[in-house]
């Protein structure tokens, strides 16, 4: 079958045949149907620290993931051919661990399956599995409630989620964003600012800055905006560089805080679905063929893709 596989760090994504899997003791097989891009998949390219997280490559990239079941393993139970599925990839850090999406088939731990609701798509079930997972994930960590000001950085697969799910929740959302043609949406979906960086809004009293873009002076310019008085948060989410700098003055002076928040739960995924199944969350979502997914790296690494970028493996 096919497969896209990561082979080491500073190499390009080799396009491979190999053997397809078969279901073991308590997994799945699914038929993958889509499978999204992240800009972790460009850190893994750039950045030998992600090692670390990885078995020892080769291995499938590919860590939002939904398909079709077709086949199950001995003792597998609420499971059967046919249903649709998105994959929770914490469960097996997939993409990193075992072999993730960029594959047509999929063995799957039952413990990372989520029933796809009817009205949701395979490209947005694939996209709720992380960037939904990971953006909702943050709002938890924040503590995002009705009445708070939020500060969210970057619009990007994350930002745009995190954003309109910030404002149904009924927070009041400003969004830092650096594209300025992509303004417009993050006003419709509830934004009450938009301005190029977080800092436009030091006089708001910021209650909360959730970083979904993470490339260095944004981690710092949060921490010097988000509001002294009352304990200010900052969550760390985006992963565009590992490192950053920051202002311990403002830190400690200010009582601030700062927390990392990675990923998150099954329910995070299938909040993130309802808000999809209901038509309230419609976020931009670009899909690529499976052969493309070279150019869609390129896409994340020169900042030119929209909205979340997710592969069509199969109709």
């Not at 599925?85 to 850090?93: K, N, S, T």
């Not at 939904?132 to 409630?145: F, H, K, Q, Y």
């Not at 981690?219 to 989410?237: E, F, H």
């Amino acid at each position: 079958m096919r497969a896209w596989q990561f082979v080491g760090t500073h190499k390009p994504f080799e396009r491979v045949d190999i053997d397809e899997p078969t279901a073991g003791p308590g997994k799945v097989v699914i038929d993958v149907k889509a499978a999204g891009l992240c800009h972790s998949d460009v850190g893994i390219l750039e950045d030998e620290k992600w090692l670390a997280t990885m078995k020892e490559p080769p291995v499938v990239p590919g860590h939002e993931t939904a398909g079709v079941i077709s086949e199950v393993g001995e003792g597998v139970t609420g499971w059967k051919v046919g249903d649709r599925v998105a994959v929770w990839p914490l469960a097996e850090l997939m993409g990193y661990m075992v072999n993730g999406a960029w594959q047509d088939r999929a063995e799957v731990s039952t413990d990372g399956l989520i029933a796809i609701p009817d009205d949701v798509s395979f490209a947005q079930a694939a996209a709720a599995t992380d960037a939904g997972m990971t953006s909702v994930g943050a709002l938890s960590t924040a503590g995002v409630e009705a009445g708070m000001k939020v500060g969210v950085i970057g619009f990007g697969g994350l930002g745009q989620i995190g954003a309109r799910v910030a404002h149904l929740r009924g927070a009041e959302v400003y969004v830092a964003e650096v594209n300025e043609s992509i303004w417009d949406r993050a006003r419709e979906a509830g934004a009450v600012e938009v301005a190029k960086s977080i800092t436009e809004f030091a006089d708001v009293e910021l209650d909360v800055i959730i970083d979904y873009a993470g490339f260095g002076v944004t981690t710092a310019d949060a921490l010097k905006t988000v509001k002294s008085s009352g304990g200010g948060r900052v969550v760390q989410v985006g992963m565009g560089k590992l490192e950053s700098t920051i202002d311990t003055y403002s830190l400690i002076l200010g009582r601030k805080q700062l927390h990392g928040s990675m990923g998150g739960s099954k329910d995070d995924i299938e909040e993130t679905m309802r808000y999809m199944a209901s038509g309230e969350l419609k976020p931009a979502i670009t899909e690529i063929d499976f052969e493309e997914i070279p150019s869609g790296i390129q896409q994340l690494t020169d900042g030119t893709a929209t909205g979340r970028l997710v592969a069509k493996v199969a109709d």
